[in-house]
């Protein structure tokens, strides 16, 4: 089974800062990979899908890189509201997420 | 708009069953793959299982074979998932959840509900 890596599961940044947040898979997957925000106590949304589309509706800051193996998504300037847990996922064959990253502001 | 609904949900006791329902709207139902993802308290997102937008075909994590199916009624606009077998660690918030068409990314997600399994 393919595994899914995140790096780092948590981070601390500042208003404006820009962030970046890693996802490694175990095998090649191309670039058939998704990352989703969830706020806390809120349903997950999906922000970026064949590694980097970005969802109708999310904010350009947003952006998604990477194929085969290693992915990154990446915040340009961090807003308050951005306050969340971000989870990469494969979703080719049996779809499997990353642990999650942890998103807070300093 | 476009929304899932899900229902079924409570407290059970080991071994036993629960059914879920998802119920859907604002969209064709009937062209959409569907999926069930669970979320342990306080932990990730773990995938249970998917199927296919007429039901040929169905996935399922290696955490649920065999105890759990996934059905839909394309008719209802409903998603299913018959949970057997239940052990504590299957205590999870379980979401409904919409594949989108090219990518299966999971593009619209329910509100979830809370299955219980303890004694």
């Known amino acids: 089974d393919i595994q899914m890596t995140q790096s780092p599961s948590s981070l601390s940044a500042s208003v404006g800062d820009r962030v970046t947040i890693t996802c490694r898979a175990s095998q090649g997957i191309s670039n058939y990979l998704a990352w989703y925000q969830q706020k806390p106590g809120k349903v997950p949304k999906l922000l970026i899908y064949a590694a980097s589309t970005l969802q109708s509706g999310v904010p350009s800051r947003f952006s998604g890189s990477g194929s085969g193996t290693d992915f990154t998504l990446t915040i340009s300037s961090l807003q308050p509201e951005d306050v969340a847990t971000y989870y990469c996922q494969k979703y080719n064959s049996a779809p499997t997420f990353g642990q999650g990253t942890k998103l807070e502001i300093k | 708009q476009v929304q899932l609904v899900e229902s079924g949900g409570g407290l059970v006791k080991p071994g036993g069953s629960l059914r879920l329902s998802c119920a859907a709207s604002?969209?064709?139902?009937?062209?959409?793959?569907m999926s069930w993802i669970r979320q342990a308290p306080g932990k990730g997102l773990e995938w249970v299982s998917y199927?296919?937008?007429?039901?040929?075909?169905?996935n399922y994590a290696d955490s649920v074979k065999g105890r759990f199916t996934i059905s839909r009624d394309n008719a209802k606009n409903s998603l299913y998932l018959q949970m057997n077998s239940l052990r504590a660690e299957d205590t999870a918030v379980y979401y409904c959840?919409?594949?989108?068409?090219?990518?299966?990314?999971?593009?619209?997600w329910g509100q979830g509900t809370m299955v219980t399994v303890s004694s």
């Open positions: 604002g969209f064709t139902f009937s062209d959409y793959y």
């Open positions: 199927i296919s937008s007429s039901s040929s075909y169905t």
């Open positions: 959840a919409r594949a989108e068409p090219l990518t299966l990314a999971f593009d619209i």
